[in-house]
């Protein structure tokens, strides 16, 4: 039972470009949503974060938006650059519980 | 100096076999946790300790088992160890145990049973 799903599993997008990768989800408990950064052989580093009770945060070139009525999320990249190329987790989480629920994630290219 | 450290960074080992995996973590954090990516690439989680107390355990087979000795430090023990193991294993940390709480990870180590 895939509670958040990524179902893009590979993006490609020109430097400079807007990257824009989705996630959606089912469990309308889910009230903190959080995406991730993964590069080749090492461990998943933390990137933005947002809470149901916001419809969109921004940090620098990162920007999560979040449409809780359609149970959808989306981080957009902008300007896109070749270091962002990576694998991206989707993660959501309920207020009171201690798990946290990691999508399957979208693999990114930025070409030079 | 490593935030979340786990050894080995890879492992291949026969089935039938027992194997530990070490983690380690210098935040000072509370929450500790063993997560797994399988082949479909999704990132499961396993078990979590806070305070070396076990607050999640998610099913996993009773062949893997959590050990914290101490808040610092949680290792998985395997036992008879199948192919179906086989997967990348991330040790990670957070300040709380509330799920929304950024988590550090460790880079993984690499399980391959043959």
């Known amino acids: 039972d895939q509670q958040v799903k990524q179902n893009s599993p590979s993006l490609s997008v020109q430097e400079g470009r807007i990257s824009i990768l989705n996630c959606d989800y089912t469990n309308s408990m889910f009230d903190y949503f959080l995406w991730y950064k993964k590069y080749p052989a090492e461990g998943p580093t933390f990137l933005i974060s947002?809470?149901?009770?916001?419809d969109k945060n921004e940090d620098g070139r990162f920007t999560v938006f979040l449409n809780k009525s359609a149970k959808h999320l989306s981080l957009h990249i902008v300007p896109s650059q070749p270091g962002d190329s990576a694998v991206y987790f989707c993660a959501a989480s309920e207020t009171g519980g201690f798990k946290t629920i990691f999508g399957a994630g979208t693999r990114l290219f930025v070409k030079a | 100096d490593t935030a979340v450290s786990q050894t080995p960074k890879y492992l291949v080992t026969q089935m039938g076999n027992d194997k530990s995996i070490k983690c380690e973590q210098n935040?000072?954090?509370?929450?500790m946790y063993w997560y797994k990516q399988d082949s479909k690439k999704f990132l499961k989680i396993m078990f979590s300790y806070n305070n070396k107390e076990l607050i999640i355990n998610e099913t996993v087979p009773n062949r893997f088992s959590p050990k914290s000795p101490d808040k610092a430090h949680l290792n998985l023990h395997i036992n008879s160890l199948e192919l179906g193991d086989s997967a990348v294993y991330f040790c990670?940390?957070?300040?709380?145990?509330?799920?929304?709480?950024?988590?550090?990870f460790g880079q993984g180590t690499r399980l391959t049973v043959v």
């Open positions: 990670a940390s957070s300040r709380t145990r509330s799920g929304g709480t950024e988590a550090f």
């Open positions: 947002i809470s149901s009770i916001k």
């Open positions: 935040l000072g954090h509370d929450t």
